[in-house]
């Protein structure tokens, strides 16, 4: 069993940062992508970001190119989503999922953690 702990949510201004960490269980992270989505009331799901742990490739939504990087511990099975000059619209629910490489494995998610950004 897969387990995921997201943290470092909070209630920031506008043009602020925030780090979230997506904290891990051992498991075979190799083989599986790390995927940030967001979710908010009205807006529904957005992916944010993934993490390709195979290669380190990266991608990220148009919302939040430039302005977001997602990194790998190099010490532990922890990824962090780096939040730079938030938005009002970056409020949401914030989750990390390990999703396998290679289709057709289950899919795992942590419980989130909120960002709240004032204007």
């Known amino acids: 069993q897969v387990r995921l702990v997201e943290s470092g949510g909070g209630l920031v201004d506008s043009g602020e940062s925030l780090r979230l960490s997506c904290a891990a269980s051992?498991?075979?992270?190799?083989?599986?992508?790390i995927i940030w989505d967001r979710r908010s009331p009205g807006k529904g799901s957005e992916t944010v970001a993934i993490i390709l742990n195979d290669n380190q490739r990266t991608n990220y939504a148009p919302s939040v190119e430039g302005r977001f990087i997602v990194i790998k511990d190099n010490m532990k099975p922890t990824w962090y989503l780096q939040m730079n000059n938030l938005k009002t619209e970056d409020t949401a629910r914030y989750y990390c999922?390990?999703?396998?490489?290679?289709?057709?494995?289950?899919?795992?998610w942590g419980q989130g953690t909120q960002v709240t950004v004032s204007s």
């Open positions: 051992d498991f075979d992270w190799q083989n599986y992508a």
């Open positions: 999922g390990a999703r396998p490489i290679v289709p057709g494995g289950t899919d795992y």
